[in-house]
């Protein structure tokens, strides 16, 4: 089972910004999509960025223009940069390996004045 750790988040006033960073134990992490999700409170768990192997993106609407997926496959890493945060974008972020069906512990992210 792959094991993934992020990090990165915090609390940034709005119009901040973040990114978040998400590494994996595997060794073939090049050839795996994946994706970050969020989970506010009360709501539920929702996608908001995908990666291909080849760096097809991916975006939930609400994100879009503001938010950027990467991916460095020599440190086997995926990167949520997030800019101009709204209140809203506050949750609980997610990394995700679709081929193993693998979650990360998730990082905080509030985003506050």
């Known amino acids: 089972q792959v094991q993934l750790v992020e990090s990165g988040g915090g609390l940034v006033q709005p119009g901040g910004s973040l990114r978040l960073s998400c590494a994996a134990s595997?060794?073939?992490?090049?050839?795996?999509?994946m994706s970050w999700y969020r989970q506010a409170p009360g709501k539920q768990r929702e996608l908001v960025a995908t990666?291909?192997?080849?760096?097809?993106?991916n975006y939930v609407d609400s994100v879009k223009g503001r938010f950027t997926i990467s991916r460095d496959n020599a440190k086997k890493t995926v990167y949520l940069q997030m800019n101009s945060l709204k209140p809203e974008d506050t949750a609980v972020y997610y990394c995700?390996?679709?081929?193993?069906?693998?979650w990360g512990q998730g990082t905080q992210v509030t985003v506050s004045s």
């Open positions: 995700y390996h679709r081929a193993q069906n693998s």
């Open positions: 990666i291909t192997s080849s760096g097809l993106t």
């Open positions: 595997e060794s073939f992490f090049s050839f795996y999509v």
